[in-house]
T-cell receptor, first 118, second 112 residues
Framework: GAVVSQHPSWVICKSGTSVKIECRSLDFQATTMFWYRQFPKQSLMLMATSNEGSKATYEQGVEKDKFLINHASLTLSTLTVTSAHPEDSSFYIC??????????????FGPGTRLTVL | GQNIDQPTEMTATEGAIVQINCTYQTSGFNGLFWYQQHAGEAPTFLSYNVLDGLEEKGRFSSFLSRSKGYSYLLLKELQMKDSASYLCAVKGLTGGGNKLTFGTGTQLKVEL
């Protein structure tokens, strides 16, 4: 199966600092990568869709200047939470897909990054 | 997801069969996925339906009726390790057709 890694798996930071989360597809090239956020006992909420070499598409209500996404290659996307605040504390999950149609669209999820902002 | 409905919680007995239902708005439908998520972990893929009917994979089966906007996940011979949240996700409901919209998940508890 396709493997997606995330780093770090957890991070604690002070309010006002920035945190970068990496998402890598280890054994396949990802046409598209997705970034989700999940609060306790809630479902996954899509934050943005990222295609290699182009600007990310953000969901309504997600601040693109606060959540910077860079998709530099077909195997790496990064999410930077800038000037983090306690309300940004959440479980951030990335996923990657090989294509856009049929089973190629299947999203493979990374293990997630738990961010705690003090 | 505001357009997808699942029961919040279900409880079942080890060895039994449980059916988890999912309903969704039919406009823009382009495929339905079921994922399993244990607490604190990322979701793992269980099944994919794009045509009507039943897809069987070991102890897990998933059914889809596109005209009714309805799917279910059937788990047989329940094991304690099946205790998890089960997420129904539909492709193409909102905006472009290249996104998944997740339901709120059904928390399944398997008891002895």
């Amino acid at each position: 199966g396709a493997v997606v890694s995330q780093h770090p798996s957890w991070v604690i930071c002070k309010s006002g600092t920035s945190v970068k989360i990496e998402c890598r597809s280890l054994d396949f090239q990802a046409t598209t990568m997705f970034w989700y956020r999940q609060f306790p006992k809630q479902s996954l909420m899509l934050m943005a869709t990222s295609n290699e070499g182009s600007k990310a598409t953000y969901e309504q209500g997600v601040e693109k200047d606060k959540f910077l996404i860079n998709h530099a290659s077909l195997t790496l996307s990064t999410l930077t939470v800038t000037s983090a605040h306690p309300e940004d504390s959440s479980f951030y999950i990335c996923s990657a897909s090989r294509g856009t149609s049929g089973r190629a669209f299947e999203q493979f999820f990374g293990p997630g990054t738990r961010l705690t902002v003090l | 997801g505001q357009n997808i409905d699942q029961p919040t919680e279900m409880t079942a007995t080890e060895g039994a069969i449980v059916q988890i239902n999912c309903t969704y708005q039919t406009s823009g439908f382009n495929g339905l996925f079921w994922y399993q998520q244990h607490a604190g972990e990322a979701p793992t893929f269980l099944s994919y339906n794009v045509l009507d009917g039943l897809e069987e994979k070991g102890r897990f089966s998933s059914f889809l009726s596109r005209s009714k906007g309805y799917s279910y996940l059937l788990l047989k011979e329940l094991q304690m390790k099946d205790s998890a949240s089960y997420l129904c996700a539909v492709k193409g409901l909102t905006g472009g057709g290249n996104k998944l919209t997740f339901g709120t998940g059904t928390q399944l508890k398997v008891e002895l």
